[in-house]
């Protein structure tokens, strides 16, 4: 992504469809008003019909929310920045992330859209069942851990909007300069966007953060 030509202003055209267009776009209220009901529900599902301690539920949503930074992490480096060789492959990176490497201050795209979103989400939720299952032979924990990663990722998603389009609170400066250097100074660091713990884990801060 080194060569990508950066505009602050206006927004990629991903397809040439219409309404896949329309699809590839979402507003943060969108995936709040999924999201956020989802996670509460699951979470008083798993206690209250399923009969999981108060405390397990508490230990396995922060489980689920530290396991989002480090899958946060992952993706963002090894996935969306791919170093794809293959025709397919560079559209497929492009439509994932480098259009936002872009346009980082198209709006409409810094959300996941909601369709992939309940794709991946639920794919996510079928492994923690699965292994849940196979742990304790009850689904309770997956639900519980899954809410917790669901909020990590809402808390990230926030995070990285507010990034592109307002001003840094003093207290989260650090994030804000951590991800504008990713774009702007070295697309191959600085990885992390809700924390900095892996990049610091991994040796991919950014030589101004360190």
């Known amino acids: 992504m080194n060569n990508v030509t950066i505009n602050n202003k206006g927004q990629a055209k991903i397809f040439k469809n219409p309404y896949l267009e329309m699809l590839s776009k979402t507003k943060p209220w969108v995936i709040y008003a999924l999201y956020i009901p989802l996670n509460v529900y699951l979470v008083y599902y798993a206690g209250s019909k399923l009969h999981l301690p108060v405390g397990l539920i508490v230990l396995l949503f922060l489980a689920g929310m530290f396991s989002w930074t480090l899958f ?18 560079k559209r497929l990176v492009y439509i994932f992330h480098e259009n936002h490497h872009e346009f980082p201050r198209d709006q409409a795209r810094l959300f996941m859209p909601l369709v992939p979103s309940i794709l991946m989400s639920s794919v996510m939720l079928l492994i923690f069942c699965g292994v849940s299952y196979l742990v304790s032979r009850s689904l309770a924990s997956a639900l519980v851990f899954f809410s917790g990663f669901i909020s990590g990722y809402l808390i990230y998603v926030s995070i990285h909007f507010a990034i592109h389009a307002y ?8 994030l804000w300069r951590n991800h504008h250097l990713h774009h702007y100074k070295n697309p191959d660091k600085a990885f992390g966007v809700s924390s900095l713990l892996w990049d610091k884990i991994f040796g991919t801060l950014p030589d101004h953060i360190n």
């Open 72 to 89: 946060e992490y992952l993706v963002h480096r090894f996935l969306f920045h791919f170093k794809a060789k293959s025709v397919t492959g």
């Open 167 to 174: 001003r840094p609170p003093r207290y989260l400066k650090v």
